[in-house]
């Protein structure tokens, strides 16, 4: 690896949104820092299989649902 072409790869501590702290390797920060997350895979629906409410904006999921509706969605 030549010297001075990546970045500097170390420790941070990263809080999760329920208080947890784990310890990664990431480029973000120093050595030590502590990013705390606003979501994590714990809080986040997309990850835990939670339900989430979806916008409709100007109609466009219902546009979307009739459309469709047949097809089993």
Known sequence: MKK???PDYHF???KMT???II???ST???EGDTM?????????????????RLMDA????SKFKAK???LGF
């Open 4 to 6: 001075d072409t990546h």
């Open 12 to 14: 941070i501590d990263v």
């Open 18 to 20: 329920d208080g947890t």
């Open 23 to 25: 310890k990664m390797r």
């Open 28 to 30: 973000w920060g120093k």
């Open 36 to 52: 705390a997350l606003d979501i994590d895979p714990s809080a986040h629906p997309a990850w835990n299989g939670g339900s989430s």
């Open 58 to 61: 100007g109609g466009r999921v």
């Open 68 to 70: 469709y509706e047949g």
